[in-house]
């Protein structure tokens, strides 16, 4: 980029020789970089909403023992479902979409903690509420 100062008139030339259709490629590919970025950032928003959403349903069960050190999830959600029935009495089915025994981090009173998902916040609330 060139300036040449004549009298009071400044003179500005681009150095790209007049090459309108080069600057017209360049404007299409960043117009399609930002299309992109914008989509990921899109897509990046709404993976963290649905992980902030999920960890609002987490609940932490102490105090159930395990079986054995490789105890099947199955059994795990079994006895979780038979703590819900016989000590907090609710009767109906809650729907949970993950159940797993956090193996690593301290025992309490002897046992390893269990994490589940619940799938309808309403139900969590009424299992703390009962809890206590």
Not at 50 to 63: A, M, P, Q, R, T
Request: net charge negative; charged share 35%; proline share 3%.
């Amino acid at each position: 980029m060139s300036e040449e100062k004549g009298g009071s008139a400044t003179v500005v030339e681009n150095g790209n020789g007049g090459g309108g259709e080069s600057s017209v490629k360049e404007e299409g590919a960043l117009k399609a970089k930002i299309d992109g970025l914008t989509a990921a950032y899109n897509d990046i928003q709404d993976r963290l909403y649905e992980i902030d959403k999920s960890w609002k349903n987490n609940l932490v069960v102490y105090g159930i023992p395990a079986e054995s050190a490789e105890e099947d999830p199955a059994v795990t959600e079994e006895k979780v479902r038979d703590v819900l029935h016989k000590k907090l009495h609710i009767s109906r089915e809650i729907a949970m979409s993950r159940i797993n025994r956090v193996w690593h981090g301290p025992d309490f009173r002897g046992h390893k903690p269990i994490q589940l998902c619940i799938v309808n916040y309403r139900d969590k609330e009424e299992i703390l509420r009962k809890a206590r």
